[in-house]
């Protein structure tokens, strides 16, 4: 083999020409290659190239301040972008927002096997997964704006299925964050908080006769790794960047954790209880739909609070907690390292992850409830002037054996009180979640009847079912007033189930005390 070519981050820059692909690596704030996208930028800034670039990349990459995938985010220096999520880029969301850009949000885990099918050479990405969404070219073939009009999805039909063809195209460049490589190019990622999709991007741009370029944080002796551990051969790559420190940090602004890499174990003993409020409630009610020995997606925001509610009843061994990066059986954390999870037990490239999501390997998830529609549809994506991105949640939630929905009933200065096992609304939120019709449709509660997928919205106080006639109140918090605090807080009238006595279920009242459920009894 010969010996990898070691080239300063401006160097590498100048290896990007104008009007090329770009792809890049990273998982939220984990293991983006900030020495290389900062040095594009700096170059873009001065010198106007390279431009009209396409921008390709599967999960959101950044930090919301600037980092990750904001490097990009500059009027010229991109005319496309296809992204999973776009979250952590609000710069290229609001050239998005404002018609500046071709722009296209299609499932993260979609492109993450697009990366494969790119390099094999394939046509595209033959999947169901999209079918119903926002993906599907019936609705908007995952463009979001007036100004992106190629169809890079297609609606195909084999063997009398319906499936999405999403399109490949070659790669010409990609930005690729590693931890060690030896003189010779070969790479490892034993220090970031999992593979990723490292192997098959390297690969995707290897095969369309691109340049692979990595960030590495050292350089060592030819044929000293571990080749078990290397994840980039080196007949991929074409060059190595050095990066600083700070720019080589496992997340951005976090120390290295080698917790998160499974090099060591910590505690994890005492899970602190969490008070109770709104999202312990619904975390609550949540975690009473846990099957035993559940293999488990948990989204952000309140659903992460269903592991917290699970150590404090003693059931934490009783479900098996897997992150869509890799990890599976750990503790996931938030934040910056969003991602990553504390002692897994096995961490897998992010493709793969999906492979089993896709075919249906998770018993159930739990995800943010935000817009909801009568038929079932949500909104997690977009929001008039917030461009969120759907991230792996259509991969997700179109595919779990059942999906809980988990959030407050309204938004926006909502507060509640739990007293004598019953809940108080104290302040009603301003924003209505329950509308008449979704911006956007991230899942298709038409497609979830057609497979009948069981679908539960959980709120704090009042738990809905998704059956074939559409959303039905089947729970209410005790204490809570069916007419004005649930059905005059929604934009449309749902279908109610009511019991014999012609009341409608009330929540377990164990739900809104102090002392724990007692579930490991149940």
Not at 29 to 53: I, Q, W
Not at 99 to 113: D, R, T
Not at 189 to 218: F, W, Y
Not at 346 to 354: A, E, G, K, L, S
């Amino acid at each position: 083999m010969k010996k990898v070519n070691i080239i300063s981050p401006e160097e590498a820059a100048n290896l990007v020409g104008d009007g090329v692909t770009i792809a890049t690596g990273g998982f939220v704030s984990c293991a983006c290659p900030e020495t290389l996208t900062k040095a594009l930028e700096k170059r873009f800034v001065e010198t106007g190239h390279p431009k009209d670039l396409t921008l390709f990349f599967a999960a959101g990459q950044g930090h919301r301040d600037g980092t990750g995938g904001d490097h990009f985010g500059h009027e010229g220096m991109v005319k496309r972008v296809i992204g999973g999520h776009w979250d952590r880029a609000p710069k290229l969301g609001e050239l998005a927002l404002n018609n500046k850009i071709e722009a296209y949000n299609l499932p993260q885990g979609v492109i993450s096997h697009m990366y494969r099918d790119i390099a094999a050479h394939k046509i595209g990405t033959i999947t169901h997964v999209g079918l119903y969404t926002f993906a599907d070219p019936r609705n908007e073939g995952g463009k979001l704006n007036e100004k992106t009009t190629e169809d890079l999805v297609k609606l195909i039909n084999i063997e009398g299925q319906e499936l999405l063809l999403y399109k490949s195209f070659p790669i010409d460049v990609v930005f690729i964050r590693a931890s060690y490589v030896d003189e010779f190019g070969n790479a490892t990622v034993h220090r970031e908080i999992g593979p990723l999709d490292v192997t098959a991007m390297a690969q995707a741009c290897k095969n369309s006769g691109g340049k692979v370029i990595l960030q590495a944080e050292k350089i060592v002796q030819g044929g000293s790794l571990d080749p078990k551990l290397v994840a980039i051969p080196g007949i991929y790559v074409d060059a190595v960047v050095v990066g600083s420190d700070e720019e080589n940090m496992q997340c951005l602004g976090m120390p290295y954790d080698g917790a998160l890499t499974g090099e060591f174990r910590i505690p994890v003993d005492a899970i602190p209880s969490i008070p109770l409020d709104a999202k312990k409630v619904l975390a609550r009610r949540a975690a009473m739909e846990l099957p035993q020995d559940a293999i488990v997606n948990l989204g952000t925001g309140a659903p992460e609070k269903i592991a917290n509610v699970a150590a404090e009843e003693g059931i934490s061994d009783k479900l098996t907690l897997t992150v869509e990066a890799g990890s599976i059986a750990g503790v996931p954390y938030g934040g910056t390292q969003f991602g990553a999870a504390a002692n897994s037990m096995c961490i897998i490239p992010h493709n793969v992850q999906f492979d089993f999501y896709q075919g249906g390997g998770l018993d159930i998830a739990f995800l943010g409830l935000a817009e909801t529609a009568p038929n079932g549809d949500l909104n997690v994506s977009k929001f008039g002037v917030r461009l969120a991105g759907a991230g792996g949640f259509i991969d997700i939630t179109q595919n779990a054996k059942k999906v809980c929905y988990c959030g407050t009933f309204t938004a926006k200065g909502l507060k509640t009180e739990c007293k004598d096992g019953k809940l108080v609304i104290t302040q009603e939120g301003a924003k209505k979640k329950f509308v008449n019709a979704v911006e956007q449709i991230t899942f298709s509660g038409v497609y979830a009847n057609k497979v009948h997928q069981p679908v539960l919205y959980i709120t704090e106080r009042a738990v809905f079912e998704l059956r074939p006639e559409g959303v039905t109140l089947i729970e209410i918090a005790p204490g809570i007033d069916l007419q004005t605090q649930v059905l005059d807080q929604m934009e449309f009238t749902p279908n109610i189930a009511y019991q014999e006595d012609g009341t409608v279920k009330l929540m377990d009242a164990r739900i809104f005390r102090d002392e724990p459920m007692g579930l490991a009894n149940d």
